[in-house]
């Protein structure tokens, strides 16, 4: 018998919503159907400013809340229609929601994502898991990252030691040991495409640089890169988890200001990219070094020049993408977030405190009924 969830992703690049049909039945996973909508242009603007203050946020943020949570019962109502499926055939939806807050070094650490899965569950019938982070964040965690426990369930073997590279707005990697006494880890290594996203949208026309041709049209300006190397963050010891607080068009400006000199915009793209690839290597070469096997996920594996600079620092090892092993790239997280929606309604555990620091296990999210 089917045992069917619906999983929801609106990464931090908040490019668009990507919502999956997985079934796990008989402890098998098996993607039957994927779909994918860009945010509206008037919304990603609405979402972008939330991550910063500014006056009147608050309305802002609880209008957008509901908004958003419309256009994710839109996504899964499309969904369902593509295949002729009614909402009862649904046990649940797992639902990340878009992120617009998040500091877990804070005084009193917080994390918040939106997406009112009140609206979710009302105007799609089905049982809506949500509010994933703070659960763990309440535990001790970073709140993130989540995917590492659902890498270990479905990727995790007991004759190579692997990596998870999963690059979206933020890349974030998972280290799976073939031993079985050795603990599951990982954590954010730095922006993914954010800021390579930014740049491009400030000085091309599109969202993002297509097979990252523009960044290789540049040339990798070494003192800049080194200015960038040079925040906090990069130094950090795991657990460790970050998101556009940190690293957004802001924190570029100021450090472009700060470097002083002339830079060529293709050079700027090819430094950010640079970037991204260099921290994730070494966060790799410090953590994992034994790794023989890297898997890559995300919106990053479409970018060439990217996997060509990864491919180049990780010498020796195996880079692959998720692909290989029979998950869409572009829909692990989503089909991460159906997992740990089975997970909470199982009541079983979502988070590995190995991971994210947390205290314990704990199990995941609130539940909204149908």
């Known amino acids: 018998m089917a045992e069917l969830y619906i999983g929801l992703m609106s990464g931090t690049s908040l490019d668009a919503i990507d919502a999956v049909l997985v079934d796990f039945n ?67 939806i797992g639902s990340h929601g878009q992120t617009i807050r998040h500091n877990p070094a804070a005084d009193s650490p917080y994390t918040l994502q939106i997406g009112d899965p009140n609206t979710l569950a009302e105007l799609t019938g089905i049982t809506t898991v949500a509010d994933f982070r703070r659960r763990d964040l309440a535990a001790g965690g970073q709140g993130a990252p989540l995917m590492p426990a659902f890498h270990a369930a479905r990727l995790r073997v007991n004759d190579v030691d692997r990596v998870i590279i999963n690059i979206g707005g933020m890349a974030n990697i998972t280290l799976l040991p073939a031993n079985p006494d050795k603990p599951v880890t990982g954590f954010d290594t730095g922006p993914g495409n954010v800021l390579m996203d930014g740049w491009y949208q400030r000085h091309q026309k599109g969202n993002f640089d297509k097979g990252g041709h523009w960044a290789a049209s540049g040339k990798v300006d070494e003192a800049f890169l080194q200015r960038l190397q040079r925040d906090k963050f990069f130094s950090l010891a795991p657990p460790k988890s970050t998101g556009r607080d940190h690293f957004d068009m802001r924190w570029l400006d100021r450090l472009i200001k700060r470097h002083g000199k002339r830079l060529q915009r293709k050079n700027v793209q090819a430094t950010l990219c640079e970037l991204t690839a260099s921290s994730i290597a070494s966060a790799i070469h410090e953590y994992a070094a034994e790794a023989e096997e890297v898997i890559v996920c995300g919106g990053g594996v479409h970018n060439t020049a990217l996997m060509f600079r990864l491919q ?55 539940i909204y009924p149908a």
């Open 26 to 92: 008989n402890d098998g996973l098996r993607l039957l159907s994927a779909h994918s909508e860009p945010l509206p242009d008037a919304l990603r603007k609405t979402l972008l400013a939330l991550n910063r203050p500014a006056a009147g946020e608050i309305a802002r943020m609880a209008q957008a809340d509901v908004e958003l949570g419309k256009h994710f019962a839109q996504v899964v109502n499309k969904l369902l229609a593509r295949h002729n499926m009614a909402s009862s055939e649904i046990r649940a």
């Open 312 to 366: 180049a620092l990780l010498t020796g090892k195996r880079l692959v993408s998720s692909e290989d092993f029979d998950i869409d790239p572009d829909y692990m997280e989503a089909i991460g977030f159906a997992w740990l929606a089975k997970q909470t309604l199982d009541g079983k555990p979502g988070n590995l405190p190995s991971v994210t620091g947390a205290s314990h296990p704990v199990v995941l999210g609130g």
